[in-house]
């Protein structure tokens, strides 16, 4: 079966510090992936979508950026924290097929102080 | 611009009532659309996916599905305390690549002893 490993649970970083968050899938391959941001109370935002090593496409213009070096490797970065970055990051992966539905990871919980 | 509507609740229900939780959406060409739960702090968990006009039955759970009226609703018999969480509607718009989903903003639902 498909397991999907988000780490780490929880982050507090400076603001101005860099960022790097990572989520691995196993039990699949070529899934396609997302990056998610859930504010306090608020829905979920997509940040980033890939359906292939370094086949990235942003959906949200910010400070934050994405790679997938491995196929099943799925990275979140940024250069410089800002306080509006604080949130819950969710990784989440699909089949590629079309209609297929999103499995998402624990998430991590980032407090910027 | 593609959107996915739900009532933010709270929905209180007793203990062993049936709870619905409704969602309507922009784009009458949708083809596939999903429900969600999330606990306090916790990921999203798929619970049901429905293609199809209609009904569909999962244990104590039913989505509804009327793409004429653009609306999806999920009914949850003999509620129980451990339902207590918010749900999440998603609908996968065409035309966005990579089996995108736009979420709603969720349906917190209390069930009460």
């Known amino acids: 079966s498909q397991t999907i490993h988000q780490w780490p649970a929880t982050l507090v970083q400076p603001v101005g510090s860099p960022l790097s968050l990572e989520c691995t899938v196993e039990g699949t391959s070529n899934p396609n992936l997302y990056w998610y941001r859930q504010a306090a109370g608020r829905g979920l935002q997509l940040l980033f979508y890939s359906i292939g090593i370094d086949q990235i496409s942003s959906e949200v213009p910010q400070n934050l950026s994405a790679s997938r070096p491995q196929d099943r490797q799925f990275i979140l970065s940024s250069k410089k924290l800002l306080l509006s970055d604080s949130g819950f990051y969710l990784c989440a992966w699909s089949g590629t097929n079309y209609n297929q539905p999103q499995h998402f990871g624990d998430g991590t919980r980032l407090s910027i102080l | 611009q593609k959107e996915v509507e739900q009532n933010s609740g709270p929905l209180s229900v007793p203990e062993g009532a049936i709870a619905s939780l409704n969602c309507t959406y922009s784009?009458?060409?949708?083809?596939?659309f999903f429900w969600y739960r999330q606990y306090s702090g916790k990921s999203p968990e798929l619970i049901m996916s429905?293609?199809?006009?209609g009904d569909k039955e999962d244990g104590r759970f039913t989505a509804q599905l009327n793409k004429a009226s653009q609306y999806v609703s999920l009914l949850i018999r003999d509620s129980q305390p451990s339902d207590s969480a918010t749900y999440l509607c998603a609908v996968n718009f065409p035309g966005g690549g990579g089996n995108k989903l736009t979420f709603g903003t969720g349906t917190q639902l209390k069930v009460e002893l």
């Open positions: 784009d009458r060409v949708s083809q596939s």
């Open positions: 429905i293609y199809s006009n």
